[in-house]
T-cell receptor, first 115, second 113 residues
Framework: GAGVSQTPSNKVTEKGKYVELRCDPISGHTALYWYRQSLGQGPEFLIYFQGTGAADDSGLPNDRFFAVRPEGSVSTLKIQRTERGDSAVYLC?????????????FGPGTRLTVL | TQLLEQSPQFLSIQEGENLTVYCNSSSVFSSLQWYRQEPGEGPVLLVTVVTGGEVKKLKRLTFQFGDARKDSSLHITAAQPGDTGLYLCAGGSVGGSQGNLIFGKGTKLSVKP
């Protein structure tokens, strides 16, 4: 399809484990964003990439969270030593270019459950 | 800290009724977007407004950006069950990285047939 895809759709893990969440943006989109959405809340910004570099990682809650985009396309969000409070839907979005009035197109999300 | 307050938080109406949802802030935004999200899916962009006082119409949906670019409203005419969903407003920061969209908590709309 032509939209943003995310894998896995659901991830259940145990407290203390490491997880990786993947995002495939829309082809040709240079900007990629990660958000976290808790139940009953709007999405909360985590990190934004322009090309391969993280342009703004001010939303990452702590150093257990890390994201990469080595070739400027696919991105992986990595969470170390998961905690129950990390349970949420992790959304990825992409936009055509920087300064594009932030018209971001979202994927379906990965629902992470930490037991 | 920039915040977007959405009201009402929940809205349940009958098919055919009109409704308005609001998105308010004390901060100025460079742009304001409205998204609709269904359970198990990501938000889907409905509209972007960028100019103070701008009004955009999308079939039965009318979006307005406040003159001071601090607030916005979404009006739906003759609501249909297919309009059911979570409506989110999101603002782009003036002078920010332009990557950081700030979302409200959303208005959960239920339209009953």
């Amino acid at each position: 399809g032509a939209g943003v895809s995310q894998t896995p759709s659901n991830k259940v893990t145990e407290k203390g484990k490491y997880v990786e969440l993947r995002c495939d943006p829309i082809s040709g989109h240079t900007a990629l964003y990660w958000y976290r959405q808790s139940l009953g809340q709007g999405p909360e910004f985590l990190i934004y990439f322009q090309g391969t570099g993280a342009a703004d990682d001010s939303g990452l809650p702590n150093d257990r969270f890390f994201a990469v985009r080595p070739e400027g396309s696919v991105s992986t969000l990595k969470i170390q030593r998961t905690e129950r409070g990390d349970s949420a839907v992790y959304l990825c979005a992409s936009s055509r270019q920087f300064g594009d009035y932030n018209e971001q197109f979202f994927g379906p999300g990965t629902r992470l459950t930490v037991l | 800290t920039q915040l977007l307050e959405q009201s009402p938080q929940f809205l349940s109406i009958q098919e055919g009724e009109n409704l308005t949802v609001y998105c308010n802030s004390s901060s100025v935004f460079s742009s304001l977007q409205w998204y609709r999200q269904e359970p198990g899916e990501g938000p889907v962009l409905l509209v972007t407004v960028v100019t103070g006082g701008e009004v955009k119409k999308l079939k039965r949906l009318t979006f307005q950006f406040g003159d001071a670019r601090k607030d916005s409203s979404l009006h739906i005419t003759a609501a249909q069950p297919g309009d059911t969903g979570l409506y989110l407003c999101a603002g782009g920061s003036v002078g920010g990285s332009q990557g950081n969209l700030i979302f409200g908590k959303g208005t959960k709309l239920s339209v009953k047939p």
